[in-house]
């Protein structure tokens, strides 16, 4: 069966799982009311889907993603650790389920225990970068010190050099809002553009940081929110667009598993900059996999997206 399959029949949707069937096959029947025994079925499955990505690390790091934001409210992350003790796959999705229900509440229950689940998998599978990259994400939510952090990094990228949830980890680590500042943001950025692939997974850092700093100066309010339209006229936003508008479908388009991500951000990325004339083929091209983020930075995601596919599509 392929992996993929087009949506257009069912129209736009949020789906988490992007294109991903059997993902998203098993992301429904984890959101399915429980019945007697589906918790030992469930693992089962969850088990079968993430040893089935191999040494993908791309789809894998999507997969667990995707499937700890949907097991966040239940127990079967810890159902699965106890019933697995020493499988590498069950700790790392347990402590990725704790640093997803950490970042709902603004700081985890027990950090320690998640981390020492990160740590034990990497013993049990050290060429697999999942565990530090999970990592990653718990020591940025405890603001914690940058070369600790940076230390993380370095592991991450020795298994797996452009991973994609890494340097978005990375990314808002070195936001003003958190522990850094623009300009730490700005050279990350610029050292990523400056060796990564264009079309690597790590192809929407730029944009995101962009979108983030559209965010950050509409929050703002005053006058900078009301021009804040002027951001997107800058060179450096100008040549990120085009970038991303040319070269993602002249260099062979997007494989990677979030692709359908970084285009929902290329097409908000255009409407806000004035340009969604140009945004037809990238509405297109996602397929109807709409993602909550961005457009919830402007109103109900399903909403806006409809609105401007419609349009830009016309």
């Known amino acids: 069966m392929s992996l993929f399959r087009r949506n257009r029949a069912s129209g736009p949707g949020l789906r988490p799982e992007l294109g991903d069937v059997e993902l998203g096959r098993v992301?429904?029947?984890?959101?399915?009311?429980?019945?007697?025994?589906?918790?030992?079925?469930?693992?089962?499955?969850?088990e079968r889907l993430l040893r089935e990505t191999g040494t993908d690390w791309d789809r894998r790091g999507h997969r667990f993603a995707v499937l700890a934001e949907t097991a966040a409210p239940s127990s079967l992350a810890?159902?699965?650790?106890?019933?697995r003790a020493q499988n590498p796959d069950a700790l790392i999705f347990e402590a990725w389920v704790e640093l997803v229900r950490g970042r709902f509440a603004g700081k985890m229950d027990d950090a320690r225990a998640a981390?020492?689940?990160?740590?034990?998998a990497a013993d049990l599978a050290p060429e697999d970068p999942?565990?530090?990259?999970?990592?990653?994400?718990?020591?940025?939510?405890m603001r914690a010190d940058s070369r600790e952090l940076v230390a993380v990094w370095h592991e991450v990228a020795q298994r797996d050099q452009w991973n994609r949830e890494a340097h978005l980890q990375m990314l808002r680590y070195l936001s003003p809002e958190e522990c850094g500042s623009r300009s730490a943001q700005l050279n990350f950025v610029d050292t990523i553009r400056s060796s990564a692939p264009p079309t690597?997974?790590?192809?929407?850092v730029e944009l995101t940081a962009l979108v983030d700093e559209h965010a950050r100066?509409?929050?703002?309010?005053?006058?900078?929110?009301?021009?804040?339209?002027?951001?997107?006229?800058h060179n450096r936003a100008?040549?990120?667009?085009?970038?991303?508008?040319?070269?993602?479908?002249?260099?062979?388009?997007?494989?990677?598993?979030?692709?359908?991500?970084?285009l929902n951000l290329l097409a908000f990325s255009l409407i806000q900059a004035g340009r969604a004339g140009e945004s037809g083929d990238?509405?297109?091209?996602?397929?109807?996999?709409?993602?909550?983020?961005?457009?919830t930075l402007i109103g109900d995601p399903l909403q806006e997206f409809t609105y401007w596919q419609s349009r830009a599509t016309a």
Do not use: M
């Open 238 to 262: 100008v040549n990120a667009l085009d970038t991303a508008l040319h070269g993602w479908s002249r260099l062979g388009g997007l494989h990677h598993a979030a692709a359908a991500a970084d």
């Open 217 to 233: 100066t509409t929050a703002g309010g005053g006058v900078e929110a009301l021009l804040v339209r002027r951001q997107w006229t």
């Open 115 to 120: 981390a020492d689940n990160c740590y034990t």
């Open 130 to 141: 999942t565990p530090w990259v999970v990592l990653l994400g718990i020591l940025r939510l």
């Open 200 to 204: 690597a997974p790590t192809a929407g």
């Open 27 to 46: 992301r429904r029947q984890l959101k399915s009311p429980g019945l007697p025994g589906q918790n030992a079925i469930q693992v089962d499955q969850v």
């Open 78 to 83: 810890r159902n699965w650790r106890l019933r």
């Open 282 to 295: 990238t509405f297109r091209r996602i397929d109807n996999a709409v993602t909550a983020w961005p457009w």
